[in-house]
């Protein structure tokens, strides 16, 4: 049978169903396997300042250390700092860091020039990290580059929505299918007390301060209009080119819907991160928001929470009209516009970052090198996972098989509603032959977190008009593109979306 593009994207969706199906938790490792001694022996780990990620990272070092010897050092630094204080440790060998816990997006550069262990033979030989059990999305996309593993996968990301359950079944209306709808929803309950304490709240709630990850919240609303025929279309460049996709109708309509949000959201949302709006959700004043897995497991915090048991979650809203790439138009779905489309409705659920990953420095010597990914298998293996991507504060969400069973959900403190409606729309994401990749290309730091995150500060802000905005990103893009080598970007972007012909 001949190949489509799409067909690889199909098999791993086919897979994925079958393993979320099985939803089992697999077996501990056999009991009386002595751990191997690490004594003596210190391992720098980098992350960010958190206290995501880095909290379990923490938390399980001394753990590792009672029963190996090593000692895990976290070190941290704000998340805007991270990709270039790797990047500059690795290139000037200073090699301060044994190992990493960053965006597998950053893979592009930090493999091909060298600088990460190839894990391939690690994860297969070492049965305490039930390789099999992480997700195919997560093993073939945030822990492999160019055929080989080089990194244990610690986090799942996928971005979604949640809303209050208990206002839309009040008032008789259905979660958000579209963009159209999270905007109608969003204008109802904006300025409404929606908490019970006499103050007016927000409809909806987004992260959308600069250098804040508040770029990934913009592309969620962008991917639907930008693809439509499966993963390996991609949303951001033209795969036959290296065109950018960012200055067309598609963009124009999803910067309107972003900016749209911000008229009903707080009055400070331009300088809230994703921590502020989090907040905001679990106190009970927003009827909306775009997040990852992380609102799920904060709103069942009984400290801090007044919405567990009312909230629900589906996937992202998605859009009627997509764009023809030969036109710059936006075009009606129909079956060959939009073969995956649901209800009319063309879903690309955006695979925002790729889930916190593991890596080790190549550079590191032989025993530090085990020693760092003992440590990771550990901190990955189902015995700590499962109960990380139930607690909020982790940052960790799921990745494995074993992380979808319903009673570990419930058991967590989700009402049985709560939880299925949280692992569902999860579990349809991952499933989504449409699935949008974030971008995985060198430099993709730059294309995301300078050029694109720059030119929507400046639009929400008020200094550029939307076509202004789209101007800046497509001249970015080109230009940095022309700087790294047209042909050389297009082959890694090509081979990102898993393109051979």
Known sequence: MRWSRVTAVRVLAVLASLVLAAAVVPPSPAPGAAPRSFAGVTVNIVTFTGPQIAEPLQRHGPEFQKMTGARINVITVPFSDLYQKILTDFATRTNSYDAIVFDPQWMGDYVSAGYL???????????????????????????????????????????????????????????????????????????????????????????????????????SVVAPYLQSKGTSQGAFFDPRTMRPLMDNQAVAAALDVYHAMLKDGPPEQLNMDVGDTRGLFTSGRCALSVDWGDIGTLATDPKTSKVNGKVGSVITPGSRMVLDRDTGKLVPCTTQTCPYAIGGVNHAPFAAFGGWSCAINKAARPQVKDAAFAFCAYVSAPPRSRVDVTLGITGFNPYRRSHFGLDLWVKSGMTRPMAESYIGAIRQSLQSPNMVLDLRIPQNAYYEGVVLDTALAEFLAGQLTAAQTMKQIEDGWNKKTDELGRAKMLGAYRASLSITR
Do not use: H
């Open 117 to 219: 262990e190839d894990l391939t033979g690690r994860v297969r030989a070492d049965p305490t990290l039930q390789w099999d059990d992480i997700l195919p999305y997560f093993r073939n996309f945030s822990a492999t580059y160019n055929g080989r593993v080089y990194t244990i996968p610690l986090d799942g990301d996928v971005q979604m929505v949640y809303y209050r359950s208990d206002l839309l079944a009040r008032d008789g209306l259905k979660p958000p299918a579209t963009w159209a709808d999270y905007l109608a929803i969003a204008q109802r309950y904006n300025g409404r007390d929606l908490n019970g304490d006499g103050k007016p709240d927000y409809g909806s709630c987004v992260a959308m301060k600069r250098s804040a990850q508040s770029y990934w919240m913009f592309l």
